[in-house]
């Protein structure tokens, strides 16, 4: 049973542009929600995380957008740079679950120069 | 160093074989996870210790699997008679407390089965 999940295996962007990163989980328990990148060979790297009893953070050029009643969430990068080429996944956490994070497949992003 | 660190960084062993993969967190954090992933998926929990808590065990995928965490630090992550199924890269993270807080990631070991 895959609670969260990341229907888009792949995404190219143009440098300069948007990326729109989605991500879908079925636990209406998940009340803590991160997202990672993670470059061929490396460990995934924190970015952005996002409590449930918001809507939205910012960080930079990275914002994350929570809709509790979808149960969707969403990583936003604008502009959008080579570097930022890489496989994003999210994560979320539930209370009275050991704090055990849940993984989506992951995304790659491909932001073209 | 400040990071998560995980040895060897690769591994190949022959099927049948047993191996040890070693976890070392980051100093103070009281909670740890390993994590595998296989070729084109995602991030596949296997196994969770926080604190003196018993961890929670429920993503390993057979009793071949095992892993124990000592003194609170390192971690061990054991495989018993490989199959070829089991070769993937294979993550660990530490973070300060549970729930709530993000986790950070070592470079992970890469083991493959022959």
């Known amino acids: 049973d895959q609670q969260v999940k990341q229907n888009s295996p792949s995404l190219s962007v143009q440098e300069g542009r948007i990326s729109i990163l989605n991500c879908d989980y079925t636990?209406?328990?998940?009340?803590?929600f991160l997202w990672y990148k993670k470059y061929p060979a490396e460990g995934p790297t924190f970015l952005i995380s996002?409590?449930?009893?918001?809507d939205k953070n910012e960080d930079g050029r990275f914002t994350v957008f929570l809709n509790k009643s979808a149960k969707h969430l969403s990583l936003h990068i604008v502009p959008s740079q080579p570097g930022d080429s890489a496989v994003y996944f999210c994560?979320?956490?539930?209370?009275?679950?050991?704090?055990?994070?849940?993984f989506g497949q992951g995304t790659t992003l491909q932001v073209k120069p | 160093g400040a990071g998560v660190s995980q040895s060897p960084s690769n591994k190949v062993t022959e099927k049948g074989k047993d191996v040890e993969l070693r976890c070392d967190p980051i100093?103070?954090?009281?909670?740890l996870y390993w994590y595998r992933q296989s070729l084109g998926q995602g991030l596949e929990f296997l196994i969770y210790?926080?604190?003196?808590?018993?961890?929670?065990k429920s993503g390993l995928p057979s009793d071949r699997f095992s892993a124990e965490r000592t003194g609170g630090s390192v971690s061990t992550l054991t495989i018993q008679r490989t199959q070829q199924e089991d070769s993937a890269v294979y993550l660990c993270?530490?973070?300060?407390?549970?729930?709530?807080?993000?986790?950070?990631f070592g470079q992970g070991t890469r083991l493959t089965v022959v």
């Open positions: 993270a530490s973070s300060p407390q549970g729930q709530g807080t993000e986790a950070f």
């Open positions: 994560a979320a956490s539930a209370p009275g679950n050991t704090g055990k994070l849940i």
């Open positions: 100093s103070g954090h009281t909670a």
């Open positions: 996002i409590s449930s009893i918001k």
């Open positions: 210790f926080q604190g003196n808590s018993a961890p929670d």
């Open positions: 636990n209406s328990m998940f009340d803590y």
